[in-house]
Antibody, heavy 121, light 109 residues
Framework: EVQLVESGGGLVQPGGSLRLSCAAS????????MNWVRQAPGKGLEWVSY????????YYADSVKGRFTISRDNAKNSLYLQMNSLRAEDTAVYYC??????????????WGQGTLVTVSS | DIQMTQSPSSLSASVGDRVTITCRAS??????LNWYHQKPGKAPKLLIY???SLQSGVPSRFSGSGSGTDFTLTISSLQPEDFATYYC???????????FGQGTKLEIK
């Protein structure tokens, strides 16, 4: 079964740091680009970051650029998001999602179950 | 940046109804449009990719259409499990631009 499981969320003070992990199983993780997407409480989906299969290409949303770092360890089938200088507006459920590509089209599937990050004093 | 606008933002309907949700892009995205739905407390789930391709395992009552800037998701006969929030996503150009619509909450009438 294809599965993504996030971990590492929790309560952190403004200005603090947190590292999220996403463990992949059931597919050849090293062959796929991955993404982080977040959802603030009661709000819609916001794409956060992208990493290619070999880690050669990275993208970040402007809202997190310079504060968040995406990485992966293909030997461990794991994706990471290092979040520094956290702000209240970073409070959200963070999902990891696989980028599938076929015939020039791209979509996110599957998604993990999400991990909640709360930034508050 | 490409903006995605869904309408309506919310919708009340009954089991058995035919429902249509619209998504409009601020510029042409060809057929690079995906649809997801999300139930409370759960992760989004892919329904439609490339504007009209039904994801494996998704019931055939779901269909997608459109190209360019205007897209629709249609549910031919609403079932109780379909009450959820629906999001469109454009996947044109690079992943840094894969923006989502604001969502359409489909509620039971």
């Amino acid at each position: 079964e294809v599965q993504l499981v996030e971990s590492g969320g929790g309560l952190v003070q403004p200005g603090g740091s947190l590292r999220l992990s996403c463990a992949a199983s059931g597919f050849t993780f090293s062959s796929y680009s991955m993404n982080w997407v977040r959802q603030a409480p009661g709000k819609g989906l916001e794409w956060v970051s992208y990493i290619s299969s070999s880690s050669s290409t990275l993208y970040y949303a402007d809202s997190v650029k310079g504060r968040f770092t995406i990485s992966r360890d293909n030997a461990k089938n794991s994706l990471y998001l290092q979040m520094n200088s956290l702000r209240a507006e970073d409070t959200a459920v963070y999902y990891c999602a696989t980028l599938l590509t076929y015939g020039g089209y791209n979509w996110f599937d599957p998604w993990g179950q999400g991990t909640l990050v709360t930034v508050s004093s | 940046d490409i903006q995605m606008t869904q309408s309506p933002s919310s919708l009340s309907a009954s089991v058995g109804d035919r429902v249509t949700i619209t998504c409009r892009a601020s510029q042409s995205i060809s057929s690079h449009l995906n649809w997801y739905h999300q139930k409370p407390g759960k992760a989004p789930k892919l329904l439609i990719y490339a504007a009209s391709s039904l994801q494996s395992g998704v019931p055939s009552r779901f269909s997608g259409s459109g190209s360019g800037t205007d897209f629709t998701l249609t549910i031919s006969s609403l079932q109780p499990e379909d009450f959820a929030t629906y999001y469109c996503q454009q996947s044109y150009s690079t992943p840094s631009s894969y923006t989502f619509g604001q969502g359409t909450k489909l509620e039971i009438k």
